[in-house]
Each structure stands twice: as structure tokens, then as C-alpha cells.
């Protein structure tokens, strides 16, 4: 019997994967349509966005999601059923339905970061679950930034308004904490506390621009948003650069000034080998 060898997926790659178990490779430039092997059309793809908003999918009683995979390096919008736009940053994943049933909730999840501009509808609240906070929302748009690393998830409120509390809990008005426009609600995992102050949106949303905010930021933190900026890989060796804190902002510059920019400021050697970044002890 000959032996079968599985290939890994490729970590470069946007991926989807449907509710069949069908993976679809989609590229960031180019038109296709989404179908599925028995002919159900899911969607449209154009350059950098998928679209659900005019699939021929009947709505049923069970939801079938698909889940969009972002590697490091990219970014990718997406237009789910009910209209709702979710721009994905690098590295990010998000569940959803290929259609919402009329009348339920309208639920996402979220590992990452995204912008949603969520479509304001009554009588189906929209929650985003992102590892253990829950957002609900009716119509609006905020920002969530909650990668694996981070010990705080954050939801920063650009319009209307949004409500916060702990995952696997049912929705109690007076129990959740509401945002205004304005507001950063950071979610503390080991204490399960939400704090809220106000902050400048742009800060937490203009990496939609290709921007790179750093703000009073560790450089070990700082590694992974270069890794997943620039889609490469950083080994660090200098012990003592890891709890140095800065604060940039890059915009066009490459991996290379960037990393100049911190030399700049504390000297140290580095390597670059095509992807591949090695900072010396």
C-alpha cells in the first residue's frame, strides 16, 4: 500500500476553510467566485475582499460557519451576509457564518485583531467572542485587538456604542460594561475585570492604513507586531533589549530602518538572512 503524505499548509497563505471541510487558497489580488463541490455559491472574492453579502445559501435553523485564516504579513476585509465589513489584520482568524438566520444572534469569533462596522439591526444583537470576553453590539464600529500573547484584550469604540462581559456568560444589561465613543475597554484575564478610559481611536485603528503604532511597548511584545507586520520571523539573543520600552510609529519603512530606528536608540547587532532575523547577544 502506498503511503499517503500530508502535506502542511503553506503559513504564507490566506486560507478559508469551509464548513465542509473544504480549504479554499485565496490570493489577495484577482476576482473568483466561492463554491462549493455541489455548486452552492458562498460568495465572491475581489482584490482583498470577500464577500457573503449575495450568496444563494438557504437560511436554515443551523448555521454553518467558515473560518478565514491571515497570515503574518497581509491583511484582508471581509463583507459577511447581513452586510457587516470586518477588516482582518495580519495574523488573525474569524469564524463566522456563511448566513445569519433572521431573528438570532449574530455571532462571530475572533482571534487577533479586526475592525468591524457592524449593521445596525434590532431585533439580532451582533457578538464578537474573543477568547474570553464577549462584545454585543446592534450597529456599530470598534476595533478588538486580542492576540495570544496578549494579556489584555482590547476593544476600543469608534461609533454608536458596545457592551463587554465575560465570556460564557448570559447577556445581563446591568452586569456589562458599556462603551461610549471614545472608549478603550481592556479585559484583565487573570483578574476578569474590565477597565475603560478614553484614548485616540487613530491609534488603535490606523493600521488599516499600514501604519504600525507602538506605543510604551515592550520590545519583546514589539517582535511579534514586527513578525506579523512584516511576515518575518525574529530570534532575539540580547536578553537585556527585551524590557526596554518604546514608542514609533512606521508607516513605509522597511524591516531594516525600522530595526535601525531602534539601534538608534540602544545599540545592538543584528542579522538578516531573507526572512529570517537573528539579534545578537
Do not use: C
Not at 458562498?42 to 443551523?62: F, T
Not at 463587554?164 to 456589562?176: P, T
Amino acid at each position: 500500500m502506498e503511503k499517503q503524505v500530508e502535506i502542511a499548509p503553506d503559513p504564507t497563505a490566506i486560507r478559508l476553510e469551509l464548513g465542509n471541510g473544504e480549504t479554499r487558497i485565496l490570493s489577495q489580488s484577482g476576482a473568483m467566485e466561492i463554491v462549493t463541490k455541489d455548486g452552492d455559491v458562498l460568495g465572491s472574492k475581489a482584490d482583498g475582499v470577500v464577500d457573503y453579502s449575495q450568496n444563494n445559501i438557504d437560511e436554515d435553523e443551523v448555521e454553518v460557519y467558515n473560518t478565514l485564516h491571515i497570515p503574518n504579513g497581509k491583511m484582508f476585509k471581509i463583507v459577511l451576509s447581513d452586510g457587516t465589513t470586518v477588516n482582518l489584520n495580519a495574523g488573525s482568524t474569524l469564524e463566522y457564518p456563511i448566513k445569519f438566520i433572521k431573528g438570532q444572534h449574530r455571532k462571530v469569533t475572533l482571534i487577533g485583531e479586526a475592525f468591524f462596522d457592524v449593521k445596525k439591526d434590532e431585533n439580532s444583537p451582533f457578538i464578537v467572542t474573543s477568547r474570553s470576553l464577549d462584545i454585543r453590539v446592534l450597529g456599530t464600529k470598534f476595533n478588538v485587538t486580542s492576540y495570544p500573547e496578549d494579556t489584555d484584550q482590547k476593544t476600543v469604540l469608534v461609533e454608536g456604542s458596545v457592551s463587554l462581559y465575560e465570556s460564557g456568560r448570559d447577556y445581563d444589561k446591568d452586569e456589562s460594561i458599556l462603551l461610549t465613543p471614545g472608549d478603550m475597554g481592556s479585559w484583565e484575564g487573570t483578574d476578569k475585570k474590565i477597565s475603560v478610559k478614553q484614548v485616540d481611536t487613530e491609534l488603535y485603528t490606523s493600521w488599516m492604513q499600514g501604519k504600525l503604532v507602538l506605543k510604551g511597548m515592550k520590545f519583546k511584545d514589539i517582535e511579534k507586531r514586527l513578525e506579523r507586520h512584516y511576515g518575518v520571523t525574529i530570534q532575539n539573543k540580547n536578553k537585556e533589549l527585551e524590557d526596554r520600552v518604546f514608542t514609533a510609529t512606521f508607516d513605509v519603512e522597511t524591516i531594516e530602518e525600522v530595526l535601525n530606528t531602534f539601534v538608534s536608540e540602544t545599540s545592538f547587532d543584528y542579522v538578516i538572512e531573507n526572512d529570517q532575523i537573528t539579534i545578537l547577544e
